[in-house]
């Protein structure tokens, strides 16, 4: 079992950054794939980063390369989303998955995971 908090969101300006925190708790941390997705109102929930249980691997969606990092601790059990020069289409609920496991892919859908937080909002205005 993995339990997932989520932290750091808010309202920021555009151009602005927020960093992201996930704070997981359980056995299997360090050995799961992590992902972050989110939904804006009236849309689904899409998939954003993963990253790979060393943190040697990273993929990300099209539209914020270059924007957003994601990274973990695995000592502290922590997942971070670095995101920079947000843009209002940013504006969304994020959230924290963990796989459970890591079979060295990106995991990109949301039936890949199995463990999900109860999301942290972020709003960007233009």
């Known amino acids: 079992q993995v339990q997932l908090v989520e932290s750091g969101g808010g309202l920021v300006q555009a151009g602005g950054s927020l960093r992201l925190s996930c704070a997981a708790s359980?056995?299997?941390?360090?050995?799961?794939?992590m992902g972050w997705f989110r939904q804006a109102p009236g849309k689904e929930r899409e998939f954003v980063a993963t990253?790979?249980?060393?943190?040697?691997?990273?993929f990300y969606i099209n539209s914020v390369k270059g924007r957003f990092t994601i990274s973990r601790d695995n000592a502290k059990n922590l997942v971070f989303l670095q995101m920079n020069s947000l843009k209002p289409e940013d504006t969304a609920v994020y959230y924290c998955a963990a796989k459970g496991s890591d079979y060295g892919r990106p995991y990109t859908k949301d039936y890949d995971y199995n463990y999900w937080g109860q999301g942290t909002q972020v709003t960007v205005s233009s």
């Open positions: 359980g056995r299997t941390f360090s050995s799961s794939a």
């Open positions: 990253i790979s249980w060393s943190g040697k691997s990273t």
